[in-house]
């Protein structure tokens, strides 16, 4: 074998490897994702279940805000030190995080009737896969309007600490709107994102999946901040 075919195998033998690593490292994203809702969903609604433990939350601002502090810890502390973790202890914090924002997340079993929490649910889980689909195979580079997105996000963060001391409803429910929207749009961009990061994976090694392992947490995310606009919006307040 000359040089030259030698230098048309490898890059060919090359492209099988990342196309087999490619569809293991997506269903690996998914999965984490639909495994971290599960934790957050059975989570939520043990703690409303029970009194003791719902009571501590509402009732114990140390308790409370010491689980607020703590999901953007493990938050912040998974994205930036996740080169520096094995890939147990990254998926060890993010299960841990799933199970803090369940505990927090509680409070919705008893403001809003259990009919519409599922109903919103599966508003949230049909307008989610359309936009990760969207996302996924749009041929269209979304790296500025995910841009814009966040900074809008970033407004709403702002206008929303603004409104807890204001308290106008006319301003909830127009944050509520474009919460929807930035999150219906992040959800297409974070979709594409992910693609176009693990497409560049050598393999599914421990680094692919760490990568992957963050795009299940950016994908979360925006289905859980979705799914609490859209429930603000169409949630029926229980009696």
């Not at 508003?123 to 790296?143: E, N, Q, S, W």
């Not at 970033?154 to 204001?166: K, L, M």
């Amino acid at each position: 074998m000359d040089y030259k075919e030698i230098t048309n195998v490898f890059p060919r033998e090359r492209e099988l490897e990342m196309s087999a690593a490619f569809p293991v490292l997506m269903r690996k994203v998914y999965l984490w994702m639909t495994l971290a809702l599960v934790i957050t969903g059975f989570t939520a609604y043990y703690v409303a279940s029970s009194e003791a433990l719902i009571t501590a939350i509402m009732t114990n601002q140390i308790l409370f805000w010491g689980l607020v502090i703590g999901e953007f810890a493990l938050v912040f502390g998974l994205s930036a030190a996740i080169n520096k973790l094995s890939l147990t202890t990254a998926t060890l914090m993010f299960v841990l995080y799933s199970v803090i924002n369940g505990a927090t997340l509680s409070f919705i079993f008893l403001v809003y009737a259990y009919s519409s929490i599922t109903n919103v649910f599966f508003i949230t889980a049909g307008t989610f896969a359309v936009m990760a689909l969207f996302g996924y195979f749009t041929k269209t580079d979304l790296t500025s309007i995910g841009k814009i997105l966040m900074m809008a996000l970033i407004g709403i963060i702002i206008a929303t600490i603004v409104n807890f001391f204001t308290k106008s409803e006319g301003l909830a429910v127009i944050l509520n709107y474009l919460g929807v929207l930035v999150f219906v749009g992040l959800t297409a961009y974070d979709s594409q994102k992910i693609k176009q990061m693990l497409l560049t994976a050598p393999d599914a090694g421990e680094g692919a999946q760490k990568l992957a392992l963050l795009g299940a947490l950016s994908l979360y995310l925006d289905f859980i901040n979705l799914f609490l606009y859209l429930l603000r919006i169409f949630g029926s307040r229980r009696d």
